[in-house]
């Protein structure tokens, strides 16, 4: 069983449209990251979460410890959020010195 | 804006080949990783290391594998013989103190072993 599942794997969405993509995770953490990745490869991080929620523009994430879950929100859509939206976390105690990736949302915004 | 450097952006190389991928991380950062992604799967954690040394590696990075911090800048990746499945795109990461501090990745090192 894998560590970290995202849902959906696939989104595709009209532009305007309100996005959620979530995540959970099945161990004990000290950090989640939200992370975007360009179809060049690239990977940018957009957040770190160990409680709350935090708002970057039109990005929002949210995290429930308890629940051991996460959403990244996107409010207004656009085709330039079009990228792999992937969840990670850091594990807590052994096996902590690394980050735990899910296997990526691809979201796909049209015109 | 600091951010990670890695190079060559792609490599091809022969099977049973060494390779080896550069990585200058953010200067004021104490925690250095390698990643890789085959393509289309999810990303991998290699190796992490932390004043001047090896703090955590996978299952994956066997005894093939090597990472060395020469000169206080560069954190290189070696691959001493190279299989056709270390064909991936390798990321170089670095955060200020730890894998729970903000992770800041460089552009990946597409490697393609023929």
């Known amino acids: 069983k894998n560590e970290v599942e995202q849902s959906p794997q696939n989104l595709t969405a009209q532009e305007g449209e309100f996005i959620t993509i979530n995540c959970s995770y099945s161990v004990g953490i000290s950090a989640l990251h939200w992370l975007q990745q360009h179809p060049g490869g690239g990977i940018v991080s957009l957040f770190m979460l160990s409680s709350g929620k935090k708002k970057h523009g039109r990005l929002i994430a949210t995290i429930n410890i308890q629940e051991k879950h996460s959403s990244l929100h996107i409010t207004a859509s656009h085709p330039r959020d079009s990228a792999v939206y992937i969840c990670?976390?850091?594990?807590?105690?052994?096996?902590?010195?690394?980050?735990?990736f899910g296997q990526g949302t691809r979201l796909t915004i049209n015109p | 804006e600091p951010e990670v450097t890695q190079t060559p952006s792609h490599q091809v190389t022969q099977m049973g080949q060494e390779v080896i991928l550069r990585c200058v991380p953010i200067s004021n950062h104490l925690y250095f990783y390698w990643y890789r992604q085959i393509l289309g799967q999810k990303v991998e954690f290699l190796v992490s290391f932390y004043n001047n040394e090896i703090s955590e590696k996978s299952e994956i990075f066997d005894d093939q594998f090597s990472v060395e911090r020469p000169d206080g800048s560069n954190f290189t990746l070696k691959i001493r013989s190279t299989k056709l499945e270390d064909s991936a795109m390798y990321f170089c990461?670095?955060?200020?103190?730890?894998?729970?501090?903000?992770?800041?990745f460089g552009q990946g090192t597409r490697l393609t072993v023929v």
């Open positions: 990461a670095s955060s200020e103190w730890g894998p729970a501090a903000e992770a800041f």
């Open positions: 990670a976390v850091s594990p807590r105690g052994q096996g902590a010195q690394k980050l735990v």
